[in-house]
C-alpha cells in the first residue's frame, strides 16, 4: 500500500519561497511505473494541478503553465521523497497543496498526501 | 484551456439514487476521473476511466461518458456519501483538468 506523507511550512511571506516535501512508502520515486505530483487547492482556484516528476531511464518534470515560471520539483533518490519549490509567492498561492501519485500512461490520481495548508501572509 | 462544468449541489433521501453531472466539450472522447472529498481530507478516486472503480469502492458507485457529458451515478445513497464530488480528465491543451465540484447532501 502507498502511503504519502508531507511535511513542510504552513505560513510563508510574501515574496518568498514555498517549500514542501512528500516522503514515499510503499513505492519509489525512481519507479517506472509511477508519476509523482503536485495539486492545490483553493476556494478561489479549486482543484489545479501543479506539476510531476517522474523518473524513464533519466529524470522528468512537467509543470502547469499557470506556474511554469514559478515552480521546481525535485526527485531525492535516497530519502525516497519529492519535494515542492513555488517561488516569488502571493496570497493567491494560499491553499491546501496535496502531493499525489499517478500510475505510469494514466492521468488519475491513485494514492494522496494529507494536504498542507500554506498561508502566504506576512 | 480546457474547462469542466459540474453543479455546485444535489441533494437525495437516503436510498435513492444521486447523479452528478460533469460537461465538457466532448468529454466522451476523453477519459473521466471521479473523486469523493469529505471536509479535512484528501480526495479519493472513486471512478477512473468513466466507468471502473478501484478495489474498495463499492458497487453502488458508477461513471458514464458521452456526448458532451460524464455522469457519477450513486445507488442506494447513504449518509456516508455526503461530500463534495470532483471530476478531472487530461486535455492535451490544459493538461490536468479538474471540475469545480458538486456537494453531495444526503436529506
Known amino acids: 500500500q502507498v502511503q504519502l506523507q508531507q511535511s513542510g511550512p504552513g505560513l510563508v511571506k510574501p515574496s518568498q519561497t514555498l517549500s514542501l516535501t512528500c516522503d514515499i512508502s510503499?513505492?519509489?520515486?525512481?519507479?517506472?511505473?509511477?508519476?509523482w505530483n503536485w495539486i492545490r487547492q483553493s476556494p478561489s482556484r479549486g482543484l489545479e494541478w501543479l506539476g510531476r516528476?517522474?523518473?524513464?531511464?533519466?529524470?522528468?518534470?512537467e509543470y502547469a503553465v499557470s506556474v511554469k515560471s514559478r515552480i521546481t520539483m525535485n526527485p531525492d533518490t535516497s530519502k525516497n521523497q519529492f519535494s515542492l519549490q513555488l517561488k516569488s509567492v502571493t496570497p493567491e498561492d494560499t491553499a491546501v497543496y496535496y502531493c499525489?501519485?499517478?500510475?505510469?500512461?494514466?492521468?488519475?490520481?491513485?494514492?494522496w498526501g494529507q494536504g498542507t495548508l500554506v498561508t502566504v501572509s506576512s | 484551456s480546457y474547462v469542466l462544468t459540474q453543479p455546485p449541489s444535489v441533494s437525495v433521501a437516503p436510498g435513492q439514487t444521486a447523479r452528478i453531472t460533469c460537461g465538457g466539450n466532448n468529454s466522451g472522447s476523453k477519459s473521466v476521473h471521479w473523486y469523493q472529498q469529505k471536509p479535512g481530507q484528501a480526495p479519493v478516486l472513486v471512478v477512473y476511466d468513466d466507468t471502473d472503480r478501484p478495489s474498495g469502492i463499492p458497487e453502488r458507485f458508477s461513471g458514464s461518458n458521452s456526448g458532451n457529458t460524464a455522469t457519477l451515478t450513486i445507488s442506494r445513497v447513504e449518509a456516508g456519501d455526503e461530500a463534495d464530488y470532483y471530476c478531472q480528465v487530461w486535455d492535451s491543451s490544459s493538461d490536468r483538468v479538474f471540475g469545480g465540484g458538486t456537494k453531495l447532501t444526503v436529506l
Open positions: 499525489a501519485r499517478a500510475a505510469v500512461t494514466t492521468h488519475y490520481f491513485n494514492y
Open positions: 510503499g513505492d519509489s520515486v525512481s519507479s517506472n511505473s509511477a508519476t
Open positions: 516528476t517522474y523518473y524513464r531511464s533519466k529524470w522528468f518534470n
